[in-house]
């Protein structure tokens, strides 16, 4: 056989030509390659590798661009071999043929299963990339092998346990060989594997019902405790790490009230819970429903009996609104520009996945009651349908078509690189340029152009889309706002379109349109908000605190110096009106930003601010243009404060809007402080000086602690300083006209920068500082020598501040003694500590934290046991104890401190886990910080904050998500018990 002909044998075609990034690491990587196929005797892969091929340029570049595969190949490279015998289509279909089949093995153990199943699924999945970076395979056919093989693996475990328990006599099969026929055992996938379209990292979403009455059911008293328990162990077969890894991670919290029921449902108890109380995400969520293992024919029974519930022939005003209401959890954004392409979230950002998903059930939902042919389970199908009803044009479904199935491939991509279930496309130049080459072109700037008018074109006929759906209401109705007695036709459309007060809206708008604010007072300005207006209700009604919302608009809108730009600019951007209700509604905070300040609006003027991440050299370059010409020291301070508020409701509209993520705006929050301290610090310098000089040699550094050392600061977090200083040996005095001693000195600068920071004035408040983390805390001097620091550190500090120090970092000051501080503190966390001590140290402040602090529900995510200070505890301890992975940098951040948690300290189940739990409480901290100035109730959340908290966890329920927040902190507890206290012996 040629070796032009090898590939053709493999794919049935020659593979895609890739470019590596490397193509040193992809040659080097081919020879490693050969050296393992020569180990175990495998002739044809080692000549194919050490060859100058086509096919052999192709695994080089696919290697080098896909850590996953390379590191796949090294340890398995029989799984090349074989398909010098067999082509890759026909080993697919093989492999997944025996997943099947090995649950019916007739001697097989449950451990001997798990490692089959891991195993098998690894080859797969590695085959599945393989074909896909060949051109073999495009996203359709891809989604569905995937699909297949979750599938497989499924039913071969639930297959096993139902054998398992035939065996034990636990249940009685009617047919041994079929172990899932008449079992009443109903296994639902849903979500994407419901409907075939699996992506390359994902969760499997499941439901498991069962029948009591079914013929392989010996007790029906006993079924909900032996089906739940079978259920508790299919879990733990599919997702629990071992040393071959995991097979799929498995989600159970679709099911009817996950936080309150066993994790297999009777299917009676199912069925009423859905007809009496089912809601309207759980109706979208069912049209992707499949049975996929166990008792097929009950499944597809159980779904027939709710298709009442799923496909309502007419539906209520009540029920379409609601139906909408769950299309607004993802935004349609315009008018804001280009999008950035770095760290753009391919599924949930605009312009991605989850909008057309959206879009598709949703119409399903309010048509397929009428129409059956608007009942199935696949996106782009349904996409077909819609148009051939007429219900979107040819061109929106040729679109949506063609973007879906790019976004899916770029979605691949991202998830092939290292097998990580994430979204996120890199935010670095190279981790763009592996993307871009792994799809197929020649530069990042190529993909990321493609790319950027992709989900501009999504993002229109999104949004189109949505203009044209179905009007809710009979129309808008009267609005008359004139004289002084309310109109009652008016109080009637008021109060139809979500206010719960008519009459004092009513009083609300007389007073815009009385001309009694100067944003009212010119006539055009009257006449631009009249027209607004019937907009205007209807958007703020839709945020299901209407009053509320409408009550901070105005507000925002008394303090408005003139109104007929921004009346114009809502009129004209609708998009935006959406973005202000939503603010109003859903996030006092920002609203009491734009309320004081309503100038730092203007800043959603910038064509430039959804597609421009706000990192350091970003924030540093507008900083300085604002600072431009600033002389006075008071003038300076101001235009920090004013900047600092601009950039923190900017930065918050980003996340409110899911331009960025939780982390790329810890990020940025701590990265504005960094700037504008660093700032304030350089200008209370310079005016210190005028009157007492400079220290010889002196030298500030300030180190930034907890959640701003960490980079993981939230809109309200106060910020937490240690003030360090240096100077020339023998130094004694400034040299300025009042003259102090250094310790003097530095102690009086640094209560003028507290002062400069933290002091109330017109403008507001820089940030509330906090420095008790300073060595003695309260009782030390608030400026410390940098030996004393040392000193403190090495002989005196308690274990909870070295612990403290392990999310320390330089964040201000002359840059040699930053660089100084951070080695010293380096120093001290790199010395050998007494393990025992130190975890024992932690086990009790953690103990004393639960007796002191307790925390008042499941929505106090530091203080819950299992929440926060677990994981950051556990994070610090494995830093001070030497269990992090070696890497370029030091972690100060949790997360990343979690994500290199050893696996001499943490198994990599346990550490996915602990890293997951971290994004969870990151994402919803962020975004209740950012909303809230108090504690969220949990009686009283904000519908358009509950909205906001759901798109971040891609969750369709308040309930699901306080269930997942049970789950999730009963998971860190138990790891910080077996990591933390029970190893301080």
């Known amino acids: 056989m040629s070796k032009a002909e090898t590939g053709e044998r493999w794919f049935g075609m020659p593979a895609a030509v890739l470019a590596p990034l490397e193509p040193e690491n992809a040659a080097e990587t081919l020879q490693d390659i050969a050296e393992a196929a020569r180990e175990k005797s495998l002739s044809h892969l080692a000549a194919l590798v050490e060859s100058d091929a086509p096919l052999a340029r192709f695994l080089g570049a696919a290697f080098d661009l896909s850590p996953f595969l390379r590191d796949s190949a090294r340890r398995r490279p029989q799984m090349l ?178 936080g309150s029921t066993p994790l297999a449902i009777p299917v009676l108890a199912a069925l009423n819970y859905y007809e009496s109380r089912g809601q309207n995400w759980e109706r979208a969520a069912m049209i992707k429903a499949r049975p996929v293992a166990g008792d097929i024919e009950a499944g597809r029974a159980f779904l027939k009996e709710l298709t009442p519930y799923v496909w309502r022939k007419y539906m209520d005003f009540a029920a379409i609104a609601d139906v909408h209401s769950i299309k607004r959890q993802i935004h349609a954004h ?219 608009f105005d507000e925002f809108l008394s303090g408005l110096p003139a109104g007929i730009q921004l009346f114009s600019l809502l009129q004209s951007n609708p998009a935006l009106l959406e973005l202000l209700a939503t603010i109003m509604g859903a996030a006092p905070r920002l609203s009491a930003i734009i309320t004081r300040r309503p100038h730092v609006f203007d800043g959603l003027l910038d064509p430039g601010l959804m597609s421009e991440l706000p990192n350091k050299a970003y924030l540093a370059a507008r900083l300085d243009a604002f600072l431009e010409g600033a002389q006075l020291h008071e003038e300076k301070l101001d235009r920090l404060r004013i900047f600092a508020a601009e950039q923190k409701f900017l930065i918050g509209v980003r996340l409110l809007t899911g331009a960025i993520d939780a982390v790329r705006a810890g990020k940025a929050f701590s990265d504005l402080a960094d700037l ?92 509330e500082l906090d420095l008790r983390l300073r060595p003695s805390g309260n009782k030390g001097p608030v400026a410390t020598n940098i030996e004393a620091f040392r000193k403190y550190q090495r002989e005196e500090a308690w274990t909870w501040e070295h612990m403290a120090l392990t999310r320390a970092r330089a964040v201000a000051g002359d840059e040699t003694l930053c660089k100084t501080v951070e080695l010293d503190v380096a120093a001290v966390l790199e010395s050998v500590h007494d393990e025992a001590k130190i975890l024992r140290d932690a086990a009790d402040m953690r103990k004393t934290i639960a007796e002191e602090k307790p925390p008042r529900d499941i929505w106090d995510l530091k203080l819950i046991p299992g929440g926060q200070i677990d994981l950051e505890f556990i994070a610090q301890c494995a830093r001070l104890t030497g269990h992090i992975q070696p890497d370029e940098w030091p972690p100060t951040s949790t997360g990343d401190a979690l994500a290199r948690l050893a696996p001499d300290f943490c198994d990599a189940q346990s550490r996915e886990e602990l890293v997951a739990a971290y994004a969870l409480y990151l994402s919803l901290t962020q975004i209740i910080r950012l909303c809230l100035t108090g504690p969220l109730e949990p009686d009283d959340v904000p519908p358009g904050l509950a909205d906001l908290l759901l798109r971040s966890t891609d969750l369709p329920g308040l309930a699901i998500l306080e269930a997942h927040l049970k789950d999730t902190a009963g998971t860190v507890a138990a790891h910080f018990e077996r990591l933390v206290a029970k190893r301080r012996s």
């Not at 392409?341 to 909008?355: C, D, P, Q, T, Y």
Request: proline content about 4%; glycine content about 8%.
């Open 81 to 258: 071999e074989a398909l010098f015998d067999t082509p890759l289509v026909d080993r697919l279909t093989s492999i997944i043929d025996a997943i099947r089949a090995c649950g019916c093995g007739a001697e097989q153990t449950e451990s001997e299963l798990m490692r089959e199943l891991r195993e098998r699924k690894g080859e797969v999945h590695f085959l599945i990339a393989l074909a896909d970076l060949a051109g073999e395979s495009d996203a359709q056919t891809t989604v569905r092998r995937l699909s297949a093989l979750a599938d497989a693996c499924v039913s071969a475990a639930i297959d096993f346990l139902l054998r398992d328990a035939h065996r034990a006599g636990k249940l009685a099969l009617p047919e041994p060989e079929i172990p899932g026929q008449r079992s009443g055992w109903i296994v639902l996938g849903m979500g994407k594997l419901g409907a075939n379209e699996l992506n390359f990292s994902s969760d499997i979403d499941l439901i498991v019902f069962f029948d009591p009455e079914a013929a392989a059911v010996s007790d029906p008293l006993e079924a909900t405790e032996l089906f739940a328990r079978l259920t508790r162990r299919l879990v733990r077969i599919l997702q629990d790490r071992t040393e071959h890894g995991y097979v799929f991670r498995t989600d159970l919290r679709l099911r009817p009230d996950p």
């Open 334 to 552: 315009k008018g804001h520009g280009e999008v950035a392409v770095k760290g753009h979230n391919v599924k949930l950002g605009r312009g991605g996945i989850r909008e057309i998903e959206f879009f598709v059930q949703t119409q399903q939902l309010i048509a397929g009651g009428r129409f059956p042919e608007l009942r199935g389970r696949e996106t782009t199908a349904m996409l077909a349908e819609l148009a051939e009803r007429g219900w979107i044009t040819p061109e929106a479904r040729n679109a949506l078509t063609k973007q879906y199935w790019f976004l899916r491939d770029v979605e691949h991509a991202i998830q092939m690189v290292a097998d990580e279930q994430t979204h996120n496309l890199p935010e670095d130049d190279e981790g763009l340029e592996r993307i871009a080459h792994m799809l197929g072109y020649d530069a990042a700037e190529t993909f990321s152009s493609t790319f950027r008018s992709s989900l501009l074109l999504v993002e229109k006929h999104y949004a189109a889309l949505f203009e044209t759906a179905p009007q809710l209401s009979r129309g808008v109705g009267n609005l008359v706002f004139t004289g002084d007695v309310d109109d009652p036709g008016t109080l009637e459309t008021l109060s139809e379109l979500g206010f719960s007060r008519p009459s004092d809206i009513c009083r609300v708008i007389r007073t815009w349109h009385f001309g009694r604010y100067r944003a009212t007072q010119s006539a055009e300005a009257r006449e631009r908000l009249t027209e607004l207006t019937p907009a205007l209700l209807e958007t703020f009604g839709r945020t299901r605190r209407a009053d509320e919302a409408l009550i901070r």
């Open 676 to 767: 504008t301290i660093g700032s304030a610090l350089d200008a209370v310098k310079d005016e210190f000086a005028v009157r007492h000089g400079h220290v010889a040699g002196g030298q500030v550094a300030i180190l930034g602690m907890g959640k701003l050392g960490s980079r993981e600061l939230t809109a309200g977090s106060d910020v937490d300083l240690i003030l360090l200083y240096d100077h020339a040996e023998g130094a004694e005095e400034s040299d300025g006209e009042k003259p102090l001693a250094p310790s003097h000195y530095y102690a009086r600068l640094t209560q003028r920068l507290i002062a400069a920071v933290s002091a109330p004035t017109a403008e507001g408040v820089l940030y």
